[in-house]
């Protein structure tokens, strides 16, 4: 499994010119959601996780920057941007890194999401993914903060082009409302393809997961 990640990352580093910007966002609200999604399930309901909140923020934020969703051909010397969301997410294994794929991730629910991502992570702790579940993606969520950190600058899962880091939520002084506040504060990242776009893009990508982290109604504008 070793050799298999090395020569992945190796091909992503020779072959992706890529670039990170990042941004710190106030995750109160979204907590707050989140708490209330989960107090109003009932008996019996899995909890909705902060990755399948994350990651319907990111389908919808794809289908404003389509160009985060593509891939090179090389060859072709073409951008091919992909009619599907296929979202991969990181998932640490007693074997490794593995990166399971939700397939059709922007036609889910956020609950339809949260669903995938639990019956997918036990798949990958048991070792029982499939070659299908570990292929075909489009667009990497990684949620490095399950490791307590707040950031880093991950290699592009080849052949995508971007992944957004998830660092740890923390409370931390924030100003809000022009008052000095604890609020729950998370570091949000995005390592791009910089063939495919321009910072102007990947900024505004990221300023959007930003927004909708911030205030959750920004989001329901386009459900």
């Known amino acids: 499994m070793r050799g298999a990640v090395a020569d992945k990352l190796a091909r992503s580093r020779r072959e992706i010119p ?16 989140r708490a ?6 009932g008996a019996g309901v899995p909890k909705i996780s902060v990755l399948a909140l994350l990651a319907r923020v990111c389908t919808a934020a794809l ?9 090179v051909d090389t060859e072709a010397r073409e951008i091919v941007r992909l009619p599907s969301v296929h979202l991969g997410f990181a998932a640490q294994t007693e074997r490794g890194l593995v990166v399971p794929v939700v397939h059709e991730a922007d036609g889910r629910t956020t609950e339809s999401l949260n669903e995938e991502f639990i019956r997918l992570t036990e798949a990958a702790r048991n070792g029982a993914l499939t070659p299908g579940e570990l ?31 998830v660092g740890r939520i923390v409370p931390k002084p924030w ?40 205030q959750p109604a920004v989001l329901l504008r386009g459900v």
């Open 18 to 33: 890529d670039a990170t910007c990042w941004v710190d966002a106030d995750a109160t609200e979204l907590m707050a959601a």
């Open 36 to 41: 209330a999604m989960n107090a109003a399930s």
């Open 63 to 71: 289908a404003r920057f389509p160009e985060l969703n593509s891939t």
């Open 135 to 165: 292929t075909g993606g489009t667009f990497t969520l990684n949620n490095y903060g399950v490791f307590g950190v707040d950031g880093s600058t991950p290699i592009i899962n080849h052949p995508e082009a971007a992944m957004l880091g």
């Open 175 to 214: 100003v809000h409302e022009g008052e000095l506040a604890v609020r729950e504060v998370v570091q949000l990242s995005l390592t791009f393809d910089h063939r495919v776009c321009d910072g102007g893009t990947a900024g505004g990508f990221l300023r959007y997961v930003a927004d909708c982290v911030e």
